[in-house]
């Protein structure tokens, strides 16, 4: 049993509004309380025509200049960069690591390992947001969970240079999935990989081609273009249907898994997240937050699953 954590252990995947905003925002979805969606479409159509590249921050990005951000992915990720948000947290033990992308881009990410620790595990966070942000969750993992973590930021997040893009962010999980390897001694077998939202798009890519230990999943949909079609319909044709399909990949993966969702998730509808659990392999749980919406999933009762399908799953670090 874990102990108690208090409500600001997460520092949830808020949104924040880039040049044209996000495909995942809680801003949004309030904007389509006050106005239709058509007419937020609209806006979104006449807004990103216009200035969906000139917004971009100028940069050296040679890396990305092979496969340059789309629209569809200018309005997916909302990245905050450094120095914004605390790098110093207290009562979290922590390196910071420096590597290098299959591209050469440069990233950044935490590592914070336990004393003694009961698992390793890679955690790939979602659309908004930084490492610094997730300070809380880092540190309850680390200390309560008895798990060395590793987080990183995907390209243009936090200190890690670039521009982010689908592929991209792919690219630097599997750099960052290496580096782990490296820092914690371990193999894939031995390793845990945790998404929340977007990263759990992004890390079940990652288990589709190696034997993790365990999936964790956290508010993830079932592809990109189902939540298109949920927030932008008149858009979705934009973003290729095979795109962080993760319904299709989940059935490359035959370990074990623990997938949750808010029932009352308006940003990914728990429908979407069904729709991903149906197509995963057994063995498999899903844990209904009930009545949670996107970002208030942490509860005590899932600590609680969390740390049952860890110690069921996880052989100590070296």
Not at 113 to 123: A, E, F, K, Q, Y
Not at 139 to 148: E, G, H, I, P, T
Not at 203 to 229: E, H, K, N, Y
């Amino acid at each position: 049993m874990w102990p108690d954590a208090p409500p600001s252990v997460l520092q949830p995947n808020v949104a924040r509004r880039s040049a044209v905003g996000s495909a995942f925002p809680i801003e949004v979805k309030k904007m389509t309380d006050r106005c239709p969606l058509t007419c937020v479409v609209t806006i979104a159509c006449i807004f990103i025509a216009s200035h969906c590249h000139a917004q971009q921050p100028p940069q050296d990005d040679s890396a990305n200049e092979a496969n340059p951000q789309t629209i569809d992915e200018a309005l997916l990720f909302s990245p905050t960069k450094f120095p914004t948000g605390d790098w110093e947290p207290k009562g979290l033990r922590f390196e910071d690591i420096f590597f290098s992308s299959k591209d050469g881009t440069k990233l950044h990410g935490w590592y914070c390992p336990s004393d003694h620790p009961r698992g390793v595990v890679l955690i790939a966070h979602g659309n908004a947001g930084h490492v610094a942000s997730r300070a809380p969750w880092l540190r309850y993992l680390q200390s309560q969970a008895q798990l060395s973590v590793f987080m990183f930021d995907y390209r243009g997040y936090g200190r890690s240079e670039g521009i982010p893009t689908v592929e991209g962010a792919i690219a630097d999980a599997t750099a960052a999935r290496e580096k782990l390897r490296e820092l914690a001694s371990v193999d894939d077998a031995q390793m845990l990989l945790m998404g929340e939202s977007l990263g759990g798009a992004i890390v079940t890519q990652l288990a589709a081609d190696s034997a993790p230990c365990g999936l964790i999943l956290q508010s993830t949909f079932s592809s990109l273009r189902d939540v298109a079609d949920v927030h932008f319909p008149k858009l979705s044709w934009m973003v290729p249907r095979n795109k962080l399909d993760s319904a299709a990949v989940i059935a490359e993966y035959h370990g074990p898994l623990l997938q949750s969702h808010g029932n009352r998730d308006r940003t990914i509808p728990f429908s979407l997240g069904e729709k991903l659990f149906r197509s995963a392999n057994e063995p498999k749980q899903l844990f209904t937050v009930e009545g949670a919406d996107h970002n208030n999933w942490l509860t005590h009762a899932y600590l609680e699953q969390l740390d049952a399908f860890i110690a069921g799953v996880t052989p100590p670090s070296k």
